[in-house]
């Protein structure tokens, strides 16, 4: 019985490091796994595009202009959220789009013969933060509580909420 206790301390202590381990590091993880994983070709490309920058430098570029109202179009393309009880497909769609719908329309961009270069290049970095989004579990959260946001957690004796946690 107090081996299972010590267990169920350790693990309960490992879940709850990896609450507080999203935010940037893991864009840059998903950055990274997915650099790694292009093919050689796409690689180049995706070089010429970033004049040279890794993709994890752009990882959480969309998060660091949120403040910056050139891109406050782009404020509900961080997430996804769906009720209890309803689907992706039967959800009201955000008028102003979702990460879904963004990463759409980043690819959609991305592929264009009619755009140009600086176009393009602004799609890819959105994509790169939009496919971190995408994984995110706070991300595709419910409506009612605004992903983890409206729901009041203590932390360490501090007040904050599920999704900052």
């Not at 019985?1 to 490992?14: A, P």
């Not at 796409?42 to 993709?55: Q, S, T």
Request: include cysteine.
């Amino acid at each position: 019985m107090k081996i299972v206790k010590i267990l169920s301390s350790i693990i309960f202590l490992l879940l709850t490091f990896q609450l507080s381990a999203w935010g940037f590091k893991a864009h840059y993880a998903i950055a990274e796994i997915a650099e790694r994983n292009l093919t050689p070709n796409a690689k180049a490309k995706v070089d010429d595009m970033l004049d040279g920058k890794k993709m994890v430098y752009w990882a959480d570029w969309m998060d660091k202009v949120r403040s910056d109202s050139t891109y406050d179009f782009t404020a509900t393309w961080h997430y996804a959220n769906v009720d209890s009880g309803q689907t992706y497909e039967s959800m009201p769609r955000v008028e102003t789009g979702d990460v879904v719908i963004a990463t759409e329309l980043a690819i959609e961009m991305i592929q264009s013969n009619t755009e140009n270069d600086s176009i393009k290049t602004l799609y890819l970095k959105f994509l790169i933060h939009l496919i971190g989004d995408l994984h995110c579990p706070m991300h595709a959260g419910r409506a009612t509580d605004r992903g983890g946001n409206q729901y009041p957690v203590t932390w360490f004796g501090r007040e904050t909420n599920l999704h900052s946690l």
